[in-house]
């Protein structure tokens, strides 16, 4: 009986963070937060990059 209701509960909190996740206006801070790892920092704050060799 417990197990069912944790399964239940889980179940829900799951489907809640889903839909939270897939909001339409959510999308500007995801892209964002998923650029990060290729953005450079100083690009951000307008400074120019110097071209590697």
């Not at 939270?20 to 450079?40: G, H, I, M, N, S």
């Amino acid at each position: 009986m417990v197990s069912g209701l944790v399964t239940l509960l889980l179940m829900l909190v799951f489907i809640a963070v889903w839909a939270w996740a897939w909001q339409p206006r959510k999308r500007k801070d995801f892209d964002e937060a998923a650029r990060l790892a290729v953005d450079d920092g100083d690009q951000r704050a307008g400074a120019r990059q110097e071209p590697r060799a």
